[in-house]
T-cell receptor, first 116, second 118 residues
């Protein structure tokens, strides 16, 4: 149980285009989802916290207008990278916290974004 | 702010060797501590956790003890297997909410790559 999927697993796009990444909790409801960014050989950095039905809370230094997050249902959150540039190339990981859960976040497998 | 520092990798061991991955933390409050593991091609999975001082988390032969006096949460395993090859992340989360009923964001260490050879 507690499986989180991400789609796509990898994407290559041209500079200036927008890319949408989906994060789904497959067998549980997630009131809170988190989006992380991971650079090579570096740790995961939290970008934003997404609560179902409300606006996402972004970490300091993360551009809200560039990384649009929507959490429209208890099983789906999306991250849209708008007007992507090569410096946005990274590994994006989502996690979901079970509704009413205390400790654990369940992580998706990640999405590799390459912007040419 | 909160931070987690992990032992630099990569770590390469032979099967059945003893493993230690060091982790120290800095926190303003009284955090809970976690070890996550990421196997190749998979998402992070919670390996073990400890929520208060002197607690020992354990799972799959791995152990870590919450040491408040040294602000450490070192991961150990007595005999590693090839299947333990993965990236290991130490993390902390501050407690928030009434009665400690909810947890805030996770702060991760930089990850340690472990490779175990037959």
């Amino acid at each position: 149980g507690a499986v989180v999927s991400q789609h796509p697993s990898w994407v290559i796009c041209k500079s200036g285009t927008s890319v949408k990444i989906e994060c789904r909790s497959l067998d549980f409801q997630a009131t809170t989802m988190f989006w992380y960014r991971q650079f090579p050989k570096q740790s995961l950095m939290l970008m934003a916290t997404s609560n179902e039905g409300s606006k996402a809370t972004y970490e300091q230094g993360v551009e809200k207008d560039k990384f649009l997050i929507n959490h429209a249902s208890l099983t789906l959150s999306t991250l849209t990278v708008t007007s992507a540039h090569p410096e946005d190339s990274s590994f994006y990981i989502c996690s979901a916290r079970v509704a009413g859960g205390i400790y654990e976040q369940f992580f998706g497998p990640g999405t590799r974004l390459t912007v040419l | 702010g909160d931070s987690v520092t992990q032992m630099e990798g990569p770590v390469t061991l032979s099967e059945e060797a003893f493993l230690t991955i060091n982790c120290t933390y800095t926190a303003t409050g009284y955090p809970s501590l976690f070890w996550y593991v990421q196997y190749p091609g998979e998402g992070l999975q919670l390996l073990l956790k400890a929520t208060k001082a002197d607690d020992k988390g354990s799972n799959k032969g791995f152990e870590a003890t919450y040491r408040k006096e040294t602000t450490s949460f070192h991961l150990e395993k007595g005999s590693v297997q090839v299947s333990d090859s993965a990236v290991y992340f130490c993390a902390l989360s501050e407690v928030s909410g009434a009665g400690g009923t909810s947890y805030g964001k996770l702060t991760f260490g930089q990850g340690t790559i472990l490779t175990v050879h037959p």
